[in-house]
């Protein structure tokens, strides 16, 4: 497939590190009420961790890493019994509670619940490979039906009130085709869906020429659990997304990313930024913003931003106003603002929000079997090795070294993995 072409120069490297990043990854149960397909986590009755245990775990976030945000995930943290005590417990601490979830076990009491606690935004896994757990009436949807159902989510949300909405979609080969179609549903509801995320699928297939070691011991295929013996595409890259989305809106454009462990033009995660009514988008916002916002968010905070409030994001006009003077973007964004409401005078009346696309491709295999993470990863949580140590690691990758004691290390089919 034709890549979209990417210039270093015009897009921010976001500040994020190991140890001074916008967001870490809480997990407080690995139960779930699905059994999506692609999900990195197995699902595991019984498995809430005691509160203590994961206060703890924020204890070692705030002894070893400035954040913004904790997310909470798992599992499914709706069914986590002490979540209300735990969103409280996040915001005591001055952070902003996420939660991350695919929303079936939330209703308008618990949401309440949750806004007193603290609770800053949600974050709602919906696609059309989740699987049998939804009301009958998904089962089959394809991502563009499925839509009804994220509006239900951002509906709710919106009528508690200032409460940030996110979605997250995992990408496949086959569902990459309805891309542009949820950017644009994003849009027209830009005023209560603040953030739309798109993950590309990886899974192990039997096709990958690699092999797998813990340590000098072999790991066969089937005894990693995130493996498929299906035919599936699991390359896909975040230049490939932007080139189907541009195939329809051409202006898009991303503005800041996280390089790759291993590779510097490998684009882990990639933002766009963008500002308009529910009927217009009238700009996009360059490099230079994003880095003017971290770098005063940082500044008055002491970390970097990850997630803004519904308020915040509704001060489109207010940003044009304010920043155009030393902003390209926002001044062309101006620019074309203003000949927006010369159609219509009336639009004056419109208000403008601020919204953004996010792409992130998780590991990638280099042909000499190095993994390629995302280099500051913001996707961190905490893990307590075999010696009962606890160490900060990749969430996405955490059934390794919970299975085996380490992260497994992949070489080329036919080389010894004692020797490498």
Same mark, same amino acid.
């Given at each position: 497939m034709?890549?979209?072409?990417?210039?270093l120069?015009e897009?921010?490297?976001?500040?994020?590190?190991?140890?001074d990043?916008g967001?870490?990854?809480?997990?407080?149960?690995?139960?779930?009420?699905l059994?999506?397909?692609?999900c990195?986590?197995?699902?595991?009755?019984?498995?809430?961790?005691?509160?203590? *245990?994961v206060? @703890? #775990? +924020?204890?070692v976030?705030?002894?070893?890493?400035? $954040?913004d945000? /904790?997310s909470?995930?798992? %599992?499914?943290?709706l069914?986590?019994?002490?979540?209300?005590e735990l969103v409280?417990?996040?915001?005591s601490r001055?952070?902003?509670p996420?939660?991350?979830?695919?929303?079936?076990?939330l209703?308008? *009491?618990?949401? @309440? #619940? +949750?806004?007193k606690?603290?609770?800053f935004?949600? $974050?709602?896994? /919906?696609?059309?490979?989740? %699987?049998?757990?939804?009301?009958?009436?998904?089962e089959?949807?394809?991502e563009?039906?499925?839509?009804?159902?994220?509006?239900?989510y951002?509906e709710?949300?919106?009528?508690?009130g200032?409460?940030?909405?996110s979605?997250n979609?995992t990408?496949?080969?086959?569902t990459?085709?309805?891309?542009?179609?949820?950017?644009d549903?994003?849009?027209?509801?830009?005023?209560?869906?603040h953030?739309m995320?798109?993950?590309?699928?990886?899974?192990?297939?039997?096709?990958?020429p690699?092999d797998f070691?813990?340590?000098t011991?072999k790991?066969?295929f089937?005894?990693?659990?995130?493996?498929s013996?299906?035919?599936e595409i699991t390359?896909?890259?975040s230049k490939?997304?932007?080139e189907v989305?541009?195939k329809r809106?051409?202006e898009?454009?991303?503005?800041?990313y996280?390089?790759?462990?291993?590779?510097?033009?490998?684009?882990?995660?990639l933002l766009t930024?963008?500002i308009?009514?529910?009927?217009?988008?009238?700009?996009?916002?360059?490099?230079?913003?994003i880095?003017?916002v971290m770098?005063f968010?940082?500044?008055?905070?002491?970390?970097y931003?990850?997630y803004?409030?519904?308020?915040?994001?509704?001060?489109?006009?207010?940003?044009?106003?304010?920043?155009?003077?030393?902003?390209k973007s926002?001044r062309?964004?101006?620019?074309?603002?203003?000949?927006?409401?010369?159609k219509?005078?009336?639009r004056?009346?419109k208000?403008?929000?601020i919204?953004?696309?996010?792409i992130i491709q998780?590991?990638?295999?280099?042909?000499?079997?190095?993994q390629?993470m995302?280099?500051?990863?913001?996707?961190i949580?905490?893990?307590?090795?075999?010696n009962?140590k606890?160490?900060?690691?990749w969430?996405?990758?955490?059934?390794?070294p919970m299975?085996?004691?380490?992260?497994l290390?992949?070489?080329?089919?036919?080389?010894?993995?004692?020797?490498?």
């Amino acid at each position: 497939m034709e890549t979209a072409s990417f210039r270093l120069s015009e897009m921010y490297r976001l500040p994020w590190t190991l140890p001074d990043n916008g967001i870490s990854w809480l997990e407080p149960t690995a139960h779930c009420n699905l059994n999506c397909y692609g999900c990195y986590r197995k699902n595991i009755k019984n498995s809430n961790k005691p509160f203590e *245990e994961v206060k @703890h #775990e +924020l204890d070692v976030f705030q002894a070893l890493r400035k $954040t913004d945000c /904790i997310s909470i995930a798992g %599992g499914e943290p709706l069914l986590y019994p002490n979540i209300i005590e735990l969103v409280a417990e996040i915001k005591s601490r001055k952070l902003k509670p996420i939660i991350n979830t695919n929303g079936i076990a939330l209703t308008k *009491e618990l949401l @309440h #619940e +949750l806004k007193k606690a603290g609770v800053f935004g949600f $974050t709602f896994h /919906i696609d059309s490979k989740q %699987g049998k757990g939804r009301e009958k009436k998904w089962e089959g949807k394809n991502e563009i039906e499925l839509n009804e159902l994220r509006l239900h989510y951002a509906e709710i949300l919106a009528a508690e009130g200032n409460i940030a909405c996110s979605f997250n979609s995992t990408v496949y080969g086959d569902t990459l085709q309805y891309v542009p179609d949820l950017v644009d549903w994003a849009h027209k509801h830009i005023d209560i869906v603040h953030t739309m995320v798109f993950i590309l699928f990886r899974y192990i297939t039997p096709e990958l020429p690699f092999d797998f070691y813990a340590g000098t011991k072999k790991i066969y295929f089937d005894d990693i659990h995130y493996h498929s013996d299906k035919d599936e595409i699991t390359n896909l890259n975040s230049k490939q997304v932007v080139e189907v989305i541009r195939k329809r809106f051409p202006e898009f454009k991303p503005a800041a990313y996280l390089n790759g462990t291993y590779k510097a033009d490998d684009y882990k995660w990639l933002l766009t930024e963008r500002i308009g009514t529910k009927d217009n988008i009238i700009g996009y916002l360059n490099n230079k913003f994003i880095e003017l916002v971290m770098q005063f968010y940082h500044f008055k905070f002491d970390r970097y931003l990850s997630y803004a409030s519904p308020k915040i994001l509704s001060l489109g006009r207010a940003t044009l106003f304010n920043l155009w003077t030393i902003n390209k973007s926002v001044r062309k964004a101006l620019g074309n603002y203003f000949k927006f409401l010369i159609k219509n005078p009336f639009r004056i009346f419109k208000k403008l929000y601020i919204q953004s696309i996010m792409i992130i491709q998780p590991v990638d295999f280099m042909e000499n079997g190095d993994q390629s993470m995302c280099d500051g990863c913001p996707d961190i949580t905490v893990w307590k090795d075999r010696n009962g140590k606890d160490q900060l690691v990749w969430s996405c990758r955490l059934e390794e070294p919970m299975e085996h004691g380490v992260f497994l290390r992949t070489v080329p089919k036919g080389f010894n993995g004692n020797s490498v």
